[in-house]
């Protein structure tokens, strides 16, 4: 199978951390449930006949990594700009996004990375506690279903509040980040080993800082293990 062989080659290089993202423009990636939109994008279409007969992808992954000795963490898109999605026809995303335009950032600043051409989907206003619960919720669900040795917080994006009140509004997404880190940290192993949480951010702790993500005070409280 090719995702077996996929970890192989990546376990032969000494990698001894994998990361699959699982989450993206409020879909979900690499596994399915009743209770999220899996994701309808073309290229993720083809793991539909794992799913329907009841495989996880995202298992069949973990298994391989687990053979070769490698922890495996999720990652989970807390925005995503992506247009592939409404060039293929399907949409800007899950029907959370679709269905609840007021819970989206409105406005974006000029420039062609927020533009994208009149194509960006739809990225989530993480003022509204409606949006943190959501994915809250789907990361909660992920960790139950399944034993991850923890998940990756990828803030790929520019944005997560409206423009000119991300500072000010920094404190919520750190809120979320320790509802993330409490529920992770209430679903550890049986063994006691702790669940890890790390985030993908801008380069520099200014850039963080004005798109309303505190970087320096989730890894002064603790509230992470490690940031890229």
Not at 111 to 130: I, K, N, T, V
Request: charged share 25%; net charge negative; hydrophobic share 40%.
């Amino acid at each position: 199978m090719l995702m077996r062989e996929w970890i192989d080659d990546v376990a032969s290089a000494g990698v001894d951390l994998f990361i699959q993202e699982v989450f993206t423009q409020g879909w979900t990636t690499y596994w399915r449930t009743e209770e999220f939109d899996f994701d309808a994008r073309l290229q993720h279409r083809r793991f539909l006949p794992m799913l329907d007969a009841g495989i996880q992808p995202i298992e069949v992954l973990m298994s391989q990594c687990r053979s070769h000795g490698m922890e495996v963490m999720a990652g989970f898109r807390m925005n995503d700009n992506h247009t592939d999605s409404v060039r293929q026809g399907v949409g800007d995303g899950a029907s959370f996004i679709v269905e609840n335009p007021h819970l989206r950032l409105k406005d974006p600043p000029a420039g062609e990375a927020f533009q994208r051409g009149g194509l960006a989907s739809h990225p989530l206003d993480y003022s509204f506690e409606e949006v943190r619960a959501f994915v809250l919720n789907v990361m909660t669900t992920f960790v139950k279903l399944f034993p991850v040795d923890g998940l990756e917080m990828c803030f790929r994006d520019n944005r997560y509040f409206p423009t000119g009140e991300a500072i000010e509004r920094r404190h919520l997404m750190t809120d979320l980040v320790k509802q993330i880190r409490m529920m992770l940290d209430s679903t550890s192993f049986a063994n006691g080993k702790r669940r890890l949480l790390s985030c993908r951010v801008p380069s520099t702790v200014e850039e963080c800082k004005n798109i309303g993500l505190d970087v320096g005070s989730w890894v002064k409280e603790g509230l992470v293990d490690y940031v890229s």
